[in-house]
């Protein structure tokens, strides 16, 4: 059966790294999984720390229209894919929850279910299209000297009981679709740690200063490339990292498997 | 009485044209604006103008005019119903302004035998005239009925709208009591007919009632064969050749028929000098309101268009830069296209702040380039900083407003007046000060509404903490807490110790601390916590409190 996902490409795409939406709409299309555009609104993540009812609404809407088409997120950001995981566990487990953001819905004819699933790019790629699949569709391997250090991101890992990600503590999700392209993948320590962008615009020595470990710590783990997964890792990387990263490359993986696939985006 | 009221509408029309033009010079979007000298913006404006009428540049301006100004083709791409609305009242209104009110300069020009009550002009006029009342009610429709529009609508839309559907009814009334009036065939009798024969004109009586449906107080005989033909023969002399039959007058001439039981009465009103003052009154009401409301768009949309399109404009010196954002802030019609897809517009449904929406909010961006009150800057400084620059408003814009780069702006230049965001405010005190304002605030509140008080959920719930054995794994794992020690900078609380404040009871000393403001949601204390304690959460729950008390806190006392 034909895979089709409604797309959530998450707000800070289009302007900030259209790379990354170019490049998984690439290789959505030559795995054949279909990709539909739907009027969805913020995630509800940015608002969350100012007010969690206003980040479940946000949430729940999305899972309004995208029940209205019977289909699954998809979404290429793992914070936007945290907080919709976290705002549906909310709305499933808060029935008064759910009836009052169902009350608000109802006004412009929506209705939310939680019926929908939340998956990421990568849990769509290794579960629902399998890794044999992927590599089915490689046509140009990559070198195996490439040494690439895969940065997990934090709001897909943690809290892995709502997540339900990969193993929190020793993921492989990442690794294990990264070797399928013929590179090599580095251990880290800190791959599972936060890249900072959270703080960027509260703190941003702070900020600096946890990427900066990061990106120490796959240097001396002998990376000679950062792989992403999440588009506001990767524009922490692209916007606080130059002084660090030492010409290291960060790519997306869908820039990657594009690449392996042979297009350079 | 109607030519003084046209002089006196027509210079405020022009007054109010000038006044809006120094507005775009007096007021600034932003500080460095606001340094240019404002003789040098006037003479910038003037400059522009005048190298594009005379440059290669009249070429793309012409095409812009065309195809964004006349033609909106690119609101017929994004919103087609819209577009068929908009183009109704557009062309309908300006045909009827062009062809109609101003015939007597236009129409008698362009068409050698025009007179108004002829065929096609009295058919086409009831076409533009019905095109223009169902573009309003297609925008009516909308703004009522639809969730977003409805939301944003104020006065000054259905004013607008009011105001063009006045006109264009009153124009239908009038032509329709000016089709049944005696008083109008009398004067035209007088002015136009040469014979005073009195069966001539009793025959001419007759012929109208019976063909052109006027209504004679006294009883005319209409069933009189000869008569009928002796009034055919003196209005093919006299009449013919400027009165195409009134039915082809489809929208008033069934009017007509509607108000012909009382028609006698109604001519005995004088109705139809009546509806002509007032047809006329509305238009010069129109005219003069122009530089005033919302139809200001009708001059500033366009130009916006063209500063955009403009290759010389993308030079970019700072003066053409004030000029231009000024420029478009004025662009808005308020149409609301940008709300409908803006990302963060459900957000508003709880939160009940306009200005985190993009139609609202640029008004708030416009009241601040004329120095607006502080308690606006500060609502509208909130729903500024919930925009995630998603880009959809600047998209959809059907006015091509850079909407994104004027809510850029406008942050850093509510910045430099002193509305910061929560998470800068929140550096202006220490956690222990913090705790003292908000308490004093809460105790407030309390006196006041006992409902004000604010709720939370799992940091009040002793459960919560119950288990913490405070064995630190939770700060040893935090990279906000090596991170932070690393620039030599000390967090000033760990997780551990906050959660320690929690758990004897003195959580408002907790909500200002830098641990929690500086907390990046990674969740690494929470996935390691071995007594699974929702560190994190509750962290965001903090947040959200703390946050709940700046944004209570009243303008000045920051």
Same mark, same amino acid.
């Given at each position: 059966m034909q895979l089709k996902y409604s797309y959530f490409p998450g707000c800070k795409i289009t302007g900030q790294f259209p790379k990354y939406d170019e490049a998984t709409r690439f290789v959505m299309n030559a795995l054949k999984v279909t990709l539909v555009d739907m009027p969805f609104n913020c995630c509800g993540y940015p608002i969350r720390h100012q007010n969690m009812e206003a980040s479940v609404f946000s949430a729940a809407r999305n899972f309004a229209i995208a029940e209205r088409e019977h289909l699954d997120i998809m979404t290429p950001c793992k914070c936007c894919f945290g907080n919709l995981k976290h705002s549906l566990h909310l709305l499933k487990s808060d029935k008064t929850l759910l009836k009052h953001v169902n009350n608000l819905l109802q006004k412009e004819g929506l209705i939310c279910s939680c019926t929908v699933e939340i998956k990421h790019l990568l849990t769509v790629l290794s579960h629902d299209i399998g890794l044999k699949n992927v590599k089915k569709q490689i046509t140009h391997p990559l070198s195996s000297t490439q040494k690439i250090a895969a940065s997990y991101g934090c709001h897909a890992l943690r809290p892995a009981d709502i997540t339900n990600f990969d193993n929190p503590f020793e993921p492989t999700i990442f690794e294990d679709l990264i070797k399928i392209t013929g590179a090599q993948t580095i251990f880290w320590t800190k791959r599972t740690e936060c890249c900072g962008h959270p703080i960027s615009e509260k703190n941003e020595s702070l900020s600096k200063a946890l990427l900066k470990a990061k990106i120490s710590d796959a240097i001396q783990s002998d990376a000679n490339l950062i792989c992403t997964a999440c588009t506001y890792c990767q524009i922490q990387y692209d916007e606080m990292g130059k002084d660090y990263l030492d010409g290291i490359p960060v790519i997306s993986y869908s820039q990657l498997l594009g690449k392996a696939m042979g297009k350079n985006i | 009485m109607l030519k003084y009221s046209f002089y006196i509408s027509f210079v405020i029309f022009i007054f109010g044209l000038i006044y809006r033009i120094l507005q775009w010079i007096r007021f600034d979007l932003d500080t460095t604006s606001a340094g240019l000298s404002k003789i040098k913006r006037l003479i910038a404006l003037w400059e522009s103008l005048w190298n594009h009428l005379i440059s290669a540049q009249a070429l793309i301006m012409i095409k812009t005019f065309v195809w964004d100004g006349l033609l909106q083709v690119k609101i017929l791409k994004s919103r087609p119903l819209q577009w068929i609305a908009h183009m109704s009242i557009f062309w309908g209104f300006v045909l009827l302004l062009l062809f109609h009110a101003l015939d007597d300069h236009i129409s008698v020009w362009v068409f @050698?035998?025009?007179? @108004?009550?002829l065929n096609p002009f009295i058919f086409l006029r009831n076409v533009f005239g019905i095109l223009v009342l169902m573009g309003i009610f297609v925008a009516f429709y909308r703004r009522r009925n639809n969730l977003i529009p409805k939301r944003i609508s104020q006065k000054m839309d259905y004013v607008a709208l009011l105001l063009i559907g006045s006109i264009i009814i009153s124009g239908f009334l009038l032509e329709a009591f000016q089709i049944i009036s005696e008083n109008q065939f009398d004067s035209m009798l007088s002015d136009y007919m040469i014979s005073d024969d009195e069966k001539e004109i009793s025959a001419l009586r007759a012929y109208w009632a019976k063909k052109y449906s006027v209504k004679f107080a006294q009883e005319v005989n209409t069933n009189d064969i000869e008569l009928l033909k002796l009034g055919e023969s003196v209005h093919i002399d006299s009449c013919a050749s400027c009165h195409s039959p009134p039915q082809y007058a489809f929208i008033s001439y069934n009017l007509a028929q509607i108000f012909s039981p009382i028609s006698s009465f109604l001519n005995s009103l004088q109705i139809d000098a009546v509806l002509l003052f007032i047809h006329y009154i509305l238009c010069f009401i129109g005219l003069a309101w122009i530089p005033f409301g919302k139809m200001f768009h009708i001059v500033s949309t366009p130009l916006n268009y063209l500063v955009n399109a403009s290759t010389l404009e993308q030079s970019k010196n700072p003066i053409s830069k004030a000029n231009a954002s000024i420029i478009a802030l004025d662009a808005c019609t308020h149409c609301g296209a940008c709300s409908e897809v803006c990302a963060v517009e459900p957000i508003n449904r709880i939160i009940g702040n306009d200005f985190i929406l993009p139609s609202e909010k640029i008004q708030a961006a416009r009241l601040m380039a004329e120095g607006a009150h502080p308690v606006i800057l500060e609502k509208f400084s909130q729903g500024n900083n919930v925009c995630t620059s998603c880009n959809k408003c600047t998209q959809n814009c059907p006015s091509q407003i850079p909407l994104l780069g004027i809510w850029q702006k406008s942050k850093s230049e509510l910045q430099i007046k002193g509305l910061y965001p929560p998470e800068k405010i929140i550096n202006q005190h220490t956690a222990y000060e913090w705790s003292g304002l908000w308490n004093s605030q809460e105790k407030a509140a309390k006196k006041t509404d006992k409902s004000q008080k604010l709720k939370s959920f799992i940091s009040d719930n002793p459960e919560t903490y119950e288990a913490c054995v405070q064995c630190s794994v939770c700060t040893q794992v935090c990279p906000v807490v090596s991170a932070s020690s690393s620039i030599g900078s000390p967090i000033d609380l760990t997780p551990q110790q906050v959660m320690n404040l929690l758990r004897i009871g003195i959580k408002d000393k907790a909500l200002g601390t830098q641990m929690v403001w500086n907390c990046t949601t990674c969740y690494m204390c929470q996935e390691h916590c071995p007594q699974h304690i929702p560190i994190a959460d509750v962290f965001y729950e903090l947040r959200n409190l703390a946050n709940k008390h700046i944004s209570l806190q009243k303008t000045g006392e920051k």
């Open positions: - | @050698s035998d025009y007179a @108004s009550t």
